[in-house]
């Protein structure tokens, strides 16, 4: 049932991108390639969560990006570094979760309307079950909304492979092999506001069951050029959650082991300069 979903979905994709191609194709050619600087921003503020742990944690998030004519390519890395507790116990247990990203778009066209990606991640967190997970993407994607400067939607669509090092390794499957859909969504308001939106959708193709979405709804507010105010909204859900220890209200293990809970919610507030 997955696997034809997604071949349907990703000859859809493919439909639509060269349609937009055949229109970009009509369009004049500028004489000149654009320049394209480095982008760096560097967020650094506190979050709260709730879900498996509640948290208060001091917060960083790198985003780096550099633009050529045909290639784009983008790093993020975050890092959440603080205190913990569970069932209302005391804020004893340490939290330290973290995630780097790299991936490369190579657009197809020069107008930029599609694209193909590809990435590689590696993250931890023990509240969801893993100590290390290592993962690559490869796929298809496309831009709507052409030229539009205040809207902008792309909808790549591809395969993801992950390994997992488990908290708890008690007969569950290490490996995920899933469809992943990855929309990103940017609206800039006018230049003091922006809102941008980043979703993953997991479907696993040997188990109907087993999906998994991870969204960011940010909001950035420019103070200066070089100072915006970041707040950020991050809901994690898997259906099928890892095993991971249960501990007690003083936050030492019982020797149980049971399922995380199926959502975590993160609300971050931080300060974000750019160079």
């Keep these: 049932m997955i ?27 500028e004489e000149q ?3 394209y ?30 633009r050529y004519p045909r290639f784009r390519l983008r790093f993020n890395g975050k890092g959440a570094y603080g205190e913990a507790r569970y069932s209302g116990g005391p804020w004893i247990e340490s939290a330290n979760n973290w995630l780097l990203s790299a991936r490369l778009d190579w657009f197809t066209t020069s107008q930029l309307h599609n694209f193909l990606f590809t990435q590689a ?10 100590w290390l997970r290592n993962s690559v ?53 006018n230049s003091n506001l922006r809102y941008r939106q980043k979703t993953n959708v997991y479907m696993d193709f040997r188990d109907d069951e ?13 103070v200066t050029k070089g100072f915006s105010l970041r707040m950020a909204y991050t809901i994690n859900f898997q259906n099928k959650p890892r095993l991971i220890r249960e501990v007690d209200q003083t936050g030492q293990p019982t020797g149980e082991r049971i399922p995380a809970l199926p959502t975590d919610h993160i609300f971050t507030t931080s300060v974000m300069i750019r160079i």
């Design 33 to 35: 390639q654009p320049k």
């Design 210 to 222: 087993d999906y998994r979405i991870d969204t960011d709804n940010i909001l950035d507010v420019t």
């Design 121 to 130: 991640a590696t993250q931890s967190n023990q509240y969801r079950g893993y």
């Design 137 to 189: 993407q490869f796929g298809y994607g496309i831009k709507l909304f052409g030229d539009n400067k205040s809207i902008d939607l792309i909808l790549p669509l591809g395969i993801d492979y992950a390994r997992d090092v488990l908290v708890i390794d008690d007969r569950q499957q290490p490996e995920n092999f899933s469809a992943v859909l990855k929309p990103e969504l940017t609206v800039t308001f």
């Design 3 to 29: 696997r034809s979903w997604f071949i349907f979905l990703l000859c859809s994709f493919i439909m639509i991108g060269s349609m937009s191609t055949s229109a970009a194709n009509n369009v004049k050619k």
């Design 37 to 66: 600087p480095i982008e760096i921003n560097f967020a650094v503020g506190v979050g709260i969560t709730g879900g498996n742990n509640s948290t208060r944690t001091a917060t960083v998030d790198n985003e780096i990006q550099k």
